[in-house]
C-alpha cells in the first residue's frame, strides 16, 4: 500500500496552506471557504436590520443595528444612514443589498486637533471567550472581514480593542483606497498572553472605523504602531491621519459585509435572514413598532393595549419582550396619538397619561401610569427597549 506524507497542501500561488497535517497523530486542518455557518461573530453585518430609522445625526445608536457612530468638534454633525447597495457594485453580485454609510458635513473650521468621528461595533465578551480563539496564544488568530467604499482617495485606521482586564489594542490600516471604489479588507490579529475577556455579558471588545480622529488622539512617535498589540491608551488612537476625508465637505464612507470569525482566513460571508439577524439584534434593541417605522411616530399599529383594571385604582399592565434582553434594559414609553411624546394614551378619555415602568427583567416588565383612570378604559402605548454595551 501507498502512502504519501506531507505537513501541508498549498496551492501555486497561494501564501497560506489549504490543508495542514499534525505531524504526531495525522490529524488535519482545513481553509474551507464555503458557506459554513455559526462562525460570523458580528450581528447585523449584512446592514439589513435598522430598527430605529435609516438616516439621522444622532451621536449614538441612530440608525443600522449595533453600530454606534460618535463625533464630537465638527462645525456640522455627520449624518449616518442605511443605504441601498446599486446592482452594478461588487458586494451586490454577493449578494448584499444594504450598507451603513457615514456622511461627513461641511468641516469648514478644518480638522481641528479635538475634532472626531468614527463607528463603533461592541462584540459581548461571552461571544468572543466561547468563539473557539485562544485568544492569550499568538499561535491562535481570529479574523475580520470587511468592504468598504471611500469618496475621496486615501488610507483609514481601526482597531481592534479588548476591553477586560488590561485593555489593549491593534490598530490596522485598509491601504489607500480609490475613490469611488469598493475594497475588501481583510485583517487577521493573533492572540496576546496579556488579553483577557471575561465570560460574561459586558463588553469584551470594540471594533472601531476612524473616519478621523485630530491630532489629540494621534501622533506619529512610534507609540501608535500598525499591526502590534499595545497598551490602550483614549489619547493614542494610531498614527496622524490623512485629513482629506474630513475636510471634503459631504464626503462618504461605506461599509458592508462585517465578519469576524476563529481562524486565519476570510471565508465567504456567512449571509443570514432577514429573521435570524433581527431576532439577533433585538438582545440589545427592540421596539413595539413595525420594523420600517420610527420610534415615536404617532400610530396604532403594533400598539400595546390594556383595560383599566382598578377602581378606585392605578392601572398596571406587564410588558413582555420579544427576546431576552443582555441586561436590564433602559425601556421608553411612546404615545400611540403625539409624535416624539413620552406619554401613552387613555383611548377613551382622549388624554395623554404620564407613564412609568417598574420590576424591570431581561424579559420584562410592569408599565403603569400614576392617573386614576376610569375602569375598563383602554389604555395604549408604544416602547423601545435598549440594553446595547
Known amino acids: 500500500m501507498s502512502e504519501i506524507k506531507v505537513n501541508s497542501i498549498k496551492g501555486v500561488a497561494a501564501s497560506a496552506a489549504a490543508i495542514t497535517v499534525n505531524n504526531t497523530d495525522g490529524t488535519c486542518t482545513a481553509n474551507i471557504t464555503n458557506n459554513l455557518s455559526n462562525r460570523n461573530l458580528i450581528i447585523n453585518g449584512a446592514m439589513q436590520v435598522a430598527q430605529r430609522g435609516t438616516s439621522n445625526t444622532t451621536n449614538g445608536y441612530g440608525t443600522v443595528d449595533r453600530y454606534y457612530m460618535g463625533y464630537s468638534g465638527t462645525d456640522e454633525a455627520p ?3 442605511q443605504i441601498d447597495i446599486g446592482t452594478s457594485d461588487t458586494p451586490y453580485t454577493l449578494g448584499f443589498r444594504k450598507a451603513f454609510r457615514v456622511t461627513n458635513g461641511n468641516q469648514t473650521s478644518g480638522a481641528g486637533a479635538a475634532d472626531y468621528i468614527f463607528m463603533n461595533y461592541s462584540i459581548e465578551a461571552q461571544d468572543l471567550a466561547n468563539s473557539g480563539w485562544n485568544y492569550t496564544s499568538s499561535s491562535s488568530n481570529i479574523t475580520l472581514s470587511f468592504w468598504i467604499r471611500s469618496s475621496v482617495a486615501q488610507n483609514f485606521f481601526l482597531q481592534f480593542h479588548t476591553r477586560d482586564g488590561t485593555e489593549r489594542v491593534y490598530t490596522f490600516e485598509t491601504g489607500a483606497l480609490t475613490a469611488d471604489t469598493w475594497t475588501k479588507v481583510t485583517k487577521t490579529f493573533p492572540g496576546s498572553s496579556l488579553i483577557t475577556i471575561d465570560n460574561d455579558n459586558g463588553q469584551g471588545a470594540i471594533i472601531t472605523m476612524n473616519y478621523f480622529f485630530g491630532q489629540n488622539y494621534t501622533n506619529s512617535d512610534g507609540s501608535a504602531a500598525s499591526n502590534v498589540w499595545r497598551s490602550y491608551g483614549d489619547s493614542v488612537k494610531s498614527a496622524d491621519q490623512t485629513t482629506t476625508w474630513y475636510t471634503t465637505n459631504d464626503a462618504t464612507l461605506d461599509l458592508v459585509g462585517f465578519q469576524l470569525e476563529v481562524g486565519s482566513v476570510a471565508t465567504d460571508f456567512e449571509h443570514r435572514s432577514f429573521a435570524q439577524e ?25 400598539l400595546v393595549m390594556w383595560l383599566a383594571n382598578r377602581n378606585p385604582g392605578l392601572p398596571h399592565v406587564s410588558l413582555r419582550f420579544k427576546t431576552s434582553k443582555r441586561a436590564n434594559p433602559t425601556v421608553t414609553i411612546y404615545n400611540t396619538n403625539v409624535a416624539d411624546s413620552n406619554t401613552l394614551r387613555d383611548k377613551d378619555a382622549s388624554a395623554n ?34 440594553s446595547e454595551l
Not at 278 to 302: I, M, Q, W
Not at 357 to 380: C, D, H, I, K, Q
Request: hydrophobic share 30%; net charge negative.
Open 353 to 386: 397619561l404620564t407613564p412609568a415602568v417598574n420590576r424591570l427583567g431581561t424579559e420584562g416588565g410592569t408599565v403603569y401610569t400614576s392617573t386614576s383612570v376610569a375602569l375598563g378604559n383602554f389604555l395604549a402605548y408604544h416602547y423601545t427597549a435598549e
Open 79 to 81: 449624518t449616518q444612514s
Open 278 to 302: 433581527l431576532k439577533l439584534c433585538e438582545r440589545y434593541f427592540e421596539k413595539s413598532y413595525n420594523h420600517s417605522v420610527v420610534p415615536g411616530t404617532a400610530t396604532d399599529a403594533g
